[in-house]
């Protein structure tokens, strides 16, 4: 069964940092783009960043880059989002995705939540 | 990419079908004639799932009764006959273009 977990998301103050993790099971993790997505409260989702299988390819949403890094381990079926000088706007639900455009393959994990407040 | 969905509010009776519009800015049809655009399916209080990949071809465990169709700049997701399961806030997304983005969702209740 594939299984996408996230973790380390929480309460910060504007301009903090924050990593979130997303452990992959059950799947060849090393076969696939990784993708975050976030849901800002009662709001619709957006992409937010992606990496290539070999991590050689890395792409991001205007409103993160140079504050958001993404990463991942293959040899620990993890990837990350690095997530620094956060603002209020960045407040949102950040799921982790596995992912292909054109065939029987697409799965979420249950979200982590980040909240950005003074 | 914009993507535009209609009706944002969508009352559907039980049994009846429904069906949501979805129209991108711009053509979403790579080199190759491929056409990425997907719908998902968000019910209250979980993460999204996705119904249909390219225009029309439903993902695992997709009940026959979601189906997909269109080209060019105008795409339609059909609900044949509305269950209560399919409750939720439905999603069209393009693939084609970095950042890929979502159109503004339309809430699906029941009548």
């Known amino acids: 069964e594939v299984q996408l977990v996230e973790s380390g998301g929480g309460l910060v103050q504007p301009g903090e940092s924050l990593r979130l993790s997303c452990a992959a099971s059950g799947f060849t993790f090393s076969s696939y783009w990784m993708f975050w997505v976030r849901q800002a409260p009662g709001k619709g989702l957006e992409w937010v960043a992606n990496?290539?299988?070999?991590?050689?390819?890395?792409n991001y949403v205007d409103s993160v880059k140079g504050r958001f890094t993404i990463s991942r381990d293959n040899a620990k079926n993890s990837f990350y989002l690095q997530m620094n000088s956060l603002r209020a706007e960045d407040t949102a639900i950040y799921y982790c995705i596995t992912l292909s455009r054109a065939i029987k393959w697409c799965h979420w994990g249950q979200g982590t939540q980040v909240t950005v407040s003074s | 990419v914009v993507l535009t969905q209609s009706p944002l509010s969508l009352p559907v009776t039980l049994g009846q079908p429904a069906s949501i519009s979805c129209r991108p800015s711009q053509s979403l049809v790579d080199s190759a004639g491929n056409t990425f655009l997907s719908w998902f399916q968000q019910r209250p209080g979980q993460s999204p799932r996705r119904l249909i990949y390219m225009v029309s071809n439903r993902d695992s465990g997709v009940p026959d009764r979601f189906s997909g169709s269109g080209s060019g700049t105008n795409f339609t997701l059909k609900i044949s006959r509305m269950e209560a399961d399919d409750v939720a806030i439905y999603y069209c997304m393009q693939g084609k273009y970095w950042p890929w983005t979502f159109g503004q969702g339309t809430k699906v209740e029941i009548k």
């Open positions: 990496i290539r299988q070999d991590g050689s390819e890395k």
